[in-house]
């Protein structure tokens, strides 16, 4: 079974649609890529997918379940996460207590053992504290843990924005143009980086304009335009398809 | 130095200034031992504005109305059911908490200026509702007299000095309980809603949960205020002049934008200023005879709440002092970098 | 509960409904221009009244002179919060901008009571003292209210759909970065709201308080039932705006018969009532 199942998924905005009963799958433990050109509703089906925006109407199953309606919180802690394409870290919080604050759906402390600071309080803590290494360590930003999340450059912040979101163990993760604003050398670590996720067992879904990158890591790819699925397929076929071609480039007629 | 050790360090120089006061203000001037006390009480209620205000991003117009629930809640089950005194704090910490959580259960959901408008109401009405007194338990306009003082054990808190260190060790461990909460779980996600609903929200914050249970906790706070003020108040009297009307809220509201939103020990030194304030004014005004000076208090209240939002002078001042640069936090030993 | 009475609930409902109404009118101004709820608009009705009772019993000034002089002197002031205390915090956030104007709501208030404590009011405008519909009977003053109200708002629907400013305004409502970008000054239409809405809430304080009683305080009840007037109509709804204020005056009036002496109380559980269950109000659609 997919590992997500999008089934006539439909969004518009005051009469302008921006996802137009789209089908796609996403098999477990692949780099599924949505691409298409600006407006195309990339973001708005992450926004869809992520709970943060309501959907007109359609399904969503994760792992079988129906998620669409759930609130984000709930989705996330089902493991499903995402990234911004603009990264909002919480920039007067550490960097490591950013990452905690990814942690949140796997611990369980209430306001009331916060308070009194309860052995089983300063356990847990223990353990969010050391996923949240973990998670830096993998990103390789461990040794700006303890500072504050806006005084660093934006490559690393957008590395901690990554690590924030893998802290809960997720089993999905979706990245809204991860390379945007990266420069070379930190784009190709970006792809090792993705290709390590695969590895650890994470299906990704990623948005992103590098077409070089997409090719590189993708085993499937979606092509969007004006809301509506137009192809989709292995790098290989899309890179031929005309359609897609078309969408790119614009009819030459 | 660690920041264990300067967190310690500030606590004990906390604790000192406590035990210092009713020494040095003696005899004659004891007066200001239970000008003290009071501010003591209002410190308890403004921490708890402040965790809901620097914290939650959320604001609270009516904190006069769950401090007066939490008050007259104690005040009645003490002397017309005849409870001792101490079984009132759970009752009134109880019923101030559950009247935030059922004003905030609509309203949290919603934009801010609900809350803001709903706890304005709630307010305006809990202060008509006493005066009116339509239950015929609350005494009106006339108010409860003779509340019976606090038995702990044993002793009785009637006097301003054992008023004075009972109220400043609960503010002392209300303090505490209210830093553990922001260096938690709880604490981390409400910086993070403070910052992006959304991205809270997506990394597994149930934003509105979070939000419901420090408006609630800031509730209890108030009420554990009132319990509080109930029977430590001068005169064991309560009226709702004193305890339930809007310029409460407001100098509440006040105390921890004074201090600073976000700032702990701002919203202390808010609260003991603000509280100072009216002896203050009144010692200026004896040199202009006629002028009123609470209608001045009020009209400070309302300036400093709007040039200190308009002009944000901690910020200026932090850059000043050249305080605003990015800080590096000492990891703490048993973590390895 | 006799036909009559319902008549006469209904006539003085509709009469107190319209003050809601041209306050929740004024709450929605500004909210749809700027985005800011102004919690000093209840003042605006106050110094309306106060400013009033200056103009008639300390200056005696002819009605109609009064009237201009009181409703100049309170869109200044709205002229001047907008210029002082929002302009300056135009990007800060919600809470910061709540804070803000009830700085400036509770500044009002202490200096209007630094002149006087005391409660005024002022006699009915010319007209007769009672006018007889069926068996009830409606104070001349309530003829004043409702017609003024009505005017008002329809002076609004005029100035919104047929001048430069009012459909510059109501672009700025519908999507304020757009009309930014389109040349719409928005700014100057900041400043155009916190007058207009002063304008209307002088009017409802000049008319009101010969009906009732006006003093420093009275602001903040009249801003909370004008903003429950608006939750009830749907925040940013101008139409809403106007049937809520008529429906929580009679709303008001038909409860407080059934539980006399509760008439704030009443309007603050409708108020819960409506964001508990439909929270967009009951005009929009979610």
């Known amino acids: 079974m997919a590992h997500l199942q999008v089934q006539g998924l439909h969004k518009t905005f005051d009469g302008i649609t921006a996802v137009n009963d789209l089908y796609f799958d996403v098999r477990r433990n692949e780099i599924c890529a949505i691409i298409g050109p600006n407006g195309a509703g990339k973001t708005t089906t992450f926004n869809l997918l992520s709970g943060v925006l309501p959907a007109d109407r359609g399904k969503i199953f994760f792992d079988g379940n129906e998620i669409l309606g759930l609130p984000p919180h709930d989705i996330a802690r089902r493991g499903m996460v995402r990234t911004f394409q603009t990264v909002s870290l919480f920039d007067s919080m550490t960097v490591l207590d950013n990452v905690k604050v990814g942690c949140h759906g796997k611990a369980g402390a209430g306001l009331f053992s916060a308070a009194l600071r309860t052995p089983g309080l300063r356990r847990e803590e223990k353990e969010i504290t050391k996923k949240a290494m973990e998670a830096l360590k993998l990103l390789g930003v461990a040794d700006r843990a303890y500072d504050q999340a806006g005084s660093l450059p934006f490559g690393q912040q957008r590395l901690v924005d990554i690590a924030r979101a893998l802290a809960s163990d997720p089993e999905m993760i979706l990245l809204d143009e991860p390379a945007a604003g990266l420069n070379a050398h930190e784009t190709t670590e970006l792809a090792s980086l993705i290709l390590a996720l695969k590895n650890r067992g994470l299906t990704v879904m990623i948005i992103e304009h590098d077409m070089e990158l997409i090719m590189e890591i993708a085993d499937s790819i979606v092509v969007l335009d004006q809301g509506m699925k137009i192809a989709c397929g292995p790098p290989a076929d899309i890179q031929k398809d005309p359609r897609v071609i078309t969408a790119y480039l614009g009819d030459e007629d | ?337 | 509960m006799f036909p009559d009475q319902i008549l006469q609930f209904l006539l003085s409902g509709l009469t107190i409904g319209s003050i809601y109404a041209l306050i929740a009118l004024g709450f929605t101004i500004i909210y749809n221009t700027t985005g800011i709820i102004n919690f000093a608009q209840g003042e605006f009705v106050m110094l309306g009244g106060m400013f009033m009772v200056g103009c008639t019993r300390l200056l005696h000034l002819p009605l109609p002179v009064g009237m201009l002089v009181t409703i100049m002197a309170v869109m200044l002031v709205g002229a001047l919060i907008e210029r002082l205390a929002i302009k300056p915090a135009r990007n800060k956030s919600i809470v910061t901008l709540i804070i803000i104007t009830i700085g400036v709501s509770i500044a009002l208030k202490a200096a209007v009571a630094f002149f006087s404590k005391d409660s005024f009011t002022y006699p009915p405008f010319p007209g007769p003292e009672h006018v007889s519909i069926g068996n009830a009977s409606l104070p001349g003053q309530s003829l004043w209210i409702m017609g003024t109200a009505g005017c008002i708002m329809a002076a609004l629907w005029l100035f919104f759909h047929f001048t430069i400013r009012g459909k510059a305004m109501r672009a700025c409502a519908i999507n304020r970065e757009a009309a930014n970008i389109v040349g719409i000054d928005v700014e100057k239409m900041s400043l155009l709201s916190f007058g207009l809405s002063a304008l209307i809430g002088a009017i409802a304080g000049i008319v009101v308080t010969p009906t009732t009683q006006m003093a420093w305080y009275r602001g903040t009840e009249l801003g909370m039932k004008g903003f429950c007037a608006v939750i009830l109509g749907g925040l940013g709804s101008s139409p809403g705006a106007v049937i809520g204020g008529l429906l929580l005056g009679l709303l008001e009036t038909f409860g407080n018969y059934l539980f006399s002496g509760y008439r704030d109380a009443i309007a603050f559980s409708i108020f819960l009532l409506v964001i508990f269950i439909r929270p967009q109000g009951i005009l929009r659609r979610k």
């Open chain 2, 1 to 337: 130095m660690t920041h264990k050790r300067r967190e310690l360090i500030q606590y004990a120089i906390f604790a000192a200034f406590i035990i210092a006061v009713p020494l040095v203000f003696r005899g004659r001037q004891s007066y200001y031992v239970s000008m003290l006390a009071l501010s003591g009480i209002y410190a308890i209620v403004a921490l708890g504005l402040n965790l809901l205000m620097g914290f939650a991003g959320q604001i609270s117009l009516g904190h006069a109305a769950f401090f007066s629930i939490g008050a007259y809640t104690t005040a009645i089950l003490s002397t017309r059911l005849g409870w001792q005194p101490i079984a009132g704090l759970l009752p009134a910490v109880a019923v101030s908490g559950f009247a935030a959580f059922v004003i905030g259960l609509p309203t949290l959901k919603l934009k801010e200026h609900y809350l803001a408008m709903a706890t304005l109401g709630v307010g305006l009405i809990a202060y008509s509702l006493i005066k009116a007194d339509p239950g015929g338990i609350t005494g009106g306009v006339t108010g409860i007299v003779n509340i019976p003082p606090l038995v702990i054990g044993g002793f009785t808190f009637d006097s301003d000095r054992s008023q004075f260190y009972l109220i400043w060790a609960v503010a002392f461990l209300i303090f505490a309980l209210s830093f553990n909460i922001i260096d938690s779980r709880i604490g981390r996600a409400l910086m993070a809603i403070h910052k992006s609903e959304v991205s809270a929200s997506v990394l597994g914050v149930n934003v509105f949960s979070c939000k419901l249970q420090i408006f609630v906790l800031s509730g209890m706070y108030a009420g554990l205020g009132g319990f509080l003020y109930a029977h430590c108040s001068p005169m064991y009297y309560l009226n709702p002049d004193d305890v339930c009307h809007f310029s409460l809220s407001i100098k509440l509201l006040t105390m921890v934008v004074i201090g600073g939103m976000g700032s702990m020990w701002g919203t202390l030194l808010g609260a003991v200023g603000l509280s100072i304030l009216p002896e203050v004014l009144r010692m200026l005004g004896s040199l202009f005879p006629g002028v009123n000076t609470t209608d001045i208090e009020m009209a400070i209240y309302g300036l400093v709440l709007a040039v200190i939002m308009i002009a944000s002078p901690r910020q200026r001042l932090k850059k000043w002092l050249r305080l605003d640069k990015p800080r590096r936090v000492e990891p703490p030993k048993d973590v390895e970098v």
